[in-house]
């Protein structure tokens, strides 16, 4: 598959969660590929699926994850920011809502009240919007420990700016945790 219309992440995964359901899937796995995540999780993540849960997110911070070096502010966003903001927004706890090793049951993704294939989702709204209105649902939700790891010399293999990219992730945290991409 070839992505040719506007948005990033959230484009994407609209784009192979649609072909993933036409073709029958049961459920989607999510990983990032910037060689952070060790894919050795997967094994557990479908096994989760197989076992019922419906959303799945991926945890450095849980018992038997790695958070390799991990960059400073990297880690204080998600521990002191994102993951407390995304838990109350969900009434569910979540330890690590930055990480994309992430898995979906297609209960989930085709739920009417979910309706994850609008255009609103361009950025990193779904991955946000996906742990909050799955919650909030009622949907199965568990995390799964799993190892990330950033290189320890040399730049962060990522596409988000510090400024730009930040703000972005900032206002897209707001807008998700008031709600803002309910149907």
Known sequence: ???????????????????????????VLTIDGNDKDDPAAIPAFVAALDEGVDHIQGSR?????????????????????????????????????????RAYSSRLLQDPRVAPFRDIFSTYELHYYLAIRAARLGYRIAELPVTRAYPA???????????????????????????RFDP
């Open 153 to 179: 010399s040399g730049p962060t293999p990522t596409k988000i700016s510090p400024w730009k990219g930040s703000a972005l992730i900032l206002r897209t945290l707001w807008d998700a945790s008031r709600h």
């Open 1 to 27: 598959m070839t992505k040719t219309g506007p948005g990033k992440l959230s484009a994407q995964m609209r784009m192979a969660f649609h072909y993933a359901l036409a073709q029958g899937y049961e459920g």
């Open 61 to 101: 911070f849980l018992p038997g994850g790695k958070a390799v070096n991990t960059p400073p502010a990297r880690y204080l966003g998600v521990r002191l920011l994102h993951a407390p903001v995304i838990s109350l927004a969900a009434h569910h706890r979540y330890t690590d809502t930055t990480n994309g090793f």
